[in-house]
T-cell receptor, first 110, second 114 residues
Framework: RKEVEQDPGPFNVPEGATVAFNCTYSNSASQSFFWYRQDCRKEPKLLMSVYSSGNEDGRFTAQLNRASQYISLLIRDSKLSDSATYLCVVLTSGTYKYIFGTGTRLKVLA | DTGVSQNPRHKITKRGQNVTFRCDPISEHNRLYWYRQTLGQGPEFLTYFQNEAQLEKSRLLSDRFSAERPKGSFSTLEIQRTEQGDSAMYLC????????????FGEGSRLTVL
């Protein structure tokens, strides 16, 4: 079983739609969580950290459920520019090794 | 440009040859990471350094792979006796010492093994 699992998609949604991605992690000792965005043929870039209480940044909301060991990302009012791959990233306690999921591809359609 | 710099950006080599990639991290960043990414997959952890110390290396990494960061600044990743399965994008990232912060990635070095 992979340490971090994501549905690879692709998710094809119309502009203005709300879309949600989930990610599960296997190591209960994981301590920090992030969502990264990767555009085609580009390097990954941090989208947002995920806090225990959940957090929001504009149209983006991240949630963490430690009991079920999953993380979610909600994108509201999707824009064409949101089309990208969204990578779930987990950092395990006692190490600075960041583990990436396979990524979920999002395509926002006009 | 004060971001993470990687070179060469592209490398085409024949099977069995050795290749070396270089990464120059953001100057004040103590941690440096190497990842490998293939099409449709997320970045796969290879190794990381804190200053010059290599603190962790993936069990998936064969003995043909070696990484160094001799003075705690730039790093090199060498692949010996390349195989076609080594074809991938090799990504370097750096992060500051304090906290569990953001990884800043370079643009990557794309390796094609013929």
């Amino acid at each position: 079983r992979k340490e971090v699992e994501q549905d690879p998609g692709p998710f094809n949604v119309p502009e203005g739609a709300t879309v949600a991605f989930n990610c599960t992690y296997s190591n209960s000792a994981s301590q920090s969580f992030f969502w990264y965005r990767q555009d085609c043929r580009k390097e990954p870039k941090l989208l947002m950290s995920v806090y225990s209480s959940g957090n929001e940044d504009g149209r983006f909301t991240a949630q963490l459920n430690r009991a079920s060991q999953y993380i979610s990302l909600l994108i509201r009012d999707s824009k064409l520019s949101d089309s990208a791959t969204y990578l779930c990233v987990v950092l395990t306690s006692g190490t600075y090794k960041y583990i990436f999921g396979t990524g979920t591809r999002l395509k926002v359609l006009a | 440009d004060t971001g993470v710099s990687q070179n060469p950006r592209h490398k085409i080599t024949k099977r069995g040859q050795n290749v070396t990639f270089r990464c120059d991290p953001i100057s004040e960043h103590n941690r440096l990471y190497w990842y490998r990414q293939t099409l449709g997959q997320g970045p796969e952890f290879l190794t990381y350094f804190q200053n010059e110390a290599q603190l962790e290396k993936s069990r998936l990494l064969s003995d043909r792979f070696s990484a160094e960061r001799p003075k705690g600044s730039f790093s090199t990743l060498e692949i010996q006796r390349t195989e076609q399965g080594d074809s991938a994008m090799y990504l370097c990232a750096s992060s500051p010492l304090r906290g569990f912060g953001e990884l800043f990635f370079g643009e990557g070095s794309r390796l094609t093994v013929l």
